[in-house]
């Protein structure tokens, strides 16, 4: 089976733009006025990566969680078509959630597009953040590695 993530760069260069502006408008200290330049938007475009297969490894007591590897995620949906999944995920990443999406291709049925959430270092940690998601929006999950 193969699989792909698509990220949502759109989402991600929002959050940036407005994260620094909140960072030079925390270091301005004075009253003078200062007009923002217009910020011009670009046709969003996803990014496809390609996952490398990987093989088990033993995970480490001392594994950053920021790195994207070998923990466990959130599965939502799976959807045939992409833009009902790029939906869903909006949705789940206005709300604060890290969420993507995985292309897989599934052997004799085609391709689908899953969207989930997260990367967390336990089982019992992304079983935690997965009832708060099915609390909140009503949806059931399953954890998955990611």
């Not at 620094?20 to 200290?29: D, I, P």
Request: hydrophobic share 35%; glycine share 8%.
């Amino acid at each position: 089976m193969m699989s792909r993530r698509i990220f949502m760069p759109d989402r991600i260069l929002a959050a940036a733009v407005v994260i620094a502006t909140m960072a030079l408008c925390a270091g301005c200290g004075g009253n003078e006025e200062v007009t923002p330049e217009p910020i011009t938007k670009r046709p969003a475009q996803d990014t496809i990566i390609t996952a490398p297969k990987t093989e088990a490894q033993p995970e480490s007591l001392f594994q950053n969680p920021t790195i994207q590897s070998k923990g466990y995620c959130i599965q939502l949906h799976s959807f045939r078509e992409y833009q009902k999944a790029r939906t869903a995920a909006m949705e789940y990443t206005d709300a604060g959630y890290t969420a993507y999406i995985e292309q897989v291709e599934v052997i004799g049925e085609g391709i689908y597009y899953r969207v989930r959430i997260g990367s967390y270092g336990t089982i019992t940690k992304a079983n935690m953040a997965g009832r708060e998601i099915k609390e909140k929006f009503g949806v059931d999950f399953w954890v998955d590695r990611d």
